[in-house]
């Protein structure tokens, strides 16, 4: 069993260090490619802007994702067309997993900034970063129940991966799982009655459910093929989008939140991982790495017009799609 949440987290490092490796290498591919042809201008090179019109006019609320600067991850937002780009964290240590309050006020992240992982809550200009967890161990990946009172989240503080919850001020700790397996990424459904998560106590990992008191698991995806992981519920609570490697690698599919009716949407030789789903539910925001190096793309529910809006030689992933 030790060897199984050894290997889950050394496959939360392998994501992590991979992006920086291929950040590093575009990198060194980009600066010969300016020497070779004689560096005409200083000016960054930048990839061709996509033509947007094909995404919905409606298309409304705002992204907050993950991006490199310099070397470390920073919280960012953007508009769904990928125009308003803004940095709110600003800080040298490794700030990811936004999570949008259900106000649109605040956005909760994960921050090593004090010296561990710990959960934050900013305001949803960055300011006032308030340390709410507090914890020696790995605090990760909040995601807020629809009346913005709570925050589940996943830590090690008891030796394995497990799913908590949490009052938005830190108090009222409760643990929901467990198993020494690794229960990882809980993501609150908008209704407020389930808790999504990934766990590995299968042998591979599959998206379970609970009720938000830990009681009512149940594997919703039970499948042997490849790994689910990367949950996001549609806004009504009636589906729910996750990354699965089921048909040889990463791709992004939706099902019932019963687990059937399961639709790719993405049919690409790369990774596509991270989905989220827009509040307007007509668009899921997704992280790819199709064009050579992690953008976030947007897409129809039926999976068309998917598009790049980050267009960026660093690092851009983990988007949460907010009001
Ligand atoms: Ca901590
Ligand atoms: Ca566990
Ligand atoms: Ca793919
Ligand atoms: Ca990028």
Not at 162 to 191: H, K, V
Not at 216 to 222: D, K, R, S, W
Not at 281 to 307: C, H, K, P
Request: glycine share 8%; hydrophobic share 30%; with cysteine.
């Amino acid at each position: 069993m030790r060897t199984t949440i050894r290997t889950m987290n050394m496959v939360k490092w392998y994501i992590h260090l991979f992006r920086k490796f291929f950040n590093f290498m575009s990198g060194l591919l980009l600066m010969t490619g300016i020497l070779f042809t004689g560096c005409e201008n200083n000016s960054t090179p930048v990839a061709p802007r996509i033509d947007n019109h094909e995404l919905k006019a409606s298309s409304s609320g705002v992204i907050a994702f993950a991006s490199d600067v310099n070397t470390e991850e920073d919280v960012f937002i953007m508009n769904p067309d990928g125009t308003g780009r803004t940095n709110l964290t600003n800080d040298s240590s490794v700030n990811f997993d936004p999570s949008w309050s259900p106000d649109g006020k605040k956005i909760a992240f994960t921050s090593n900034r004090d010296g561990n992982s710990e959960i934050y809550i900013m305001n949803a200009d960055g300011s006032n970063p308030v340390n709410i967890t507090n914890n020696a161990a790995d605090d990760e990946v909040p995601t807020w129940s629809p009346h913005g009172r709570q925050i589940a989240f996943e830590s090690n503080r008891d030796g394995n991966r497990e799913i908590y919850t949490m009052n938005s001020d830190g108090t009222g700790i409760t643990r929901l799982t467990f198993n020494p397996a690794d229960d990882m990424y809980p993501s609150w459904s908008p209704d407020g009655r389930k808790i999504a998560f990934i766990t590995n106590r299968d042998g591979n990992t599959e998206v379970y459910t609970m009720n938000p008191d830990g009681t009512g698991l149940t594997n919703i995806t039970n499948n042997s093929a490849g790994e689910n992981s990367l949950i996001s519920w549609s806004p009504h609570s009636d589906q729910i989008a996750f990354a699965s490697s089921r048909d040889g690698n990463m791709e992004i599919y939706i099902m019932n939140a019963d687990g059937t009716a399961i639709t790719r949407l993405t049919n690409n030789s790369a990774d596509d991982i991270y989905p989220s789903w827009s509040p307007d539910g007509r668009q899921i925001a997704f992280e790819s790495l199709r064009d050579g190096n992690w953008e976030v793309y947007v897409m129809n529910v039926d999976g068309s017009a998917q598009t790049n809006i980050t267009n960026n030689p660093d690092f851009d992933g983990i988007p949460n799609w907010g009001k």
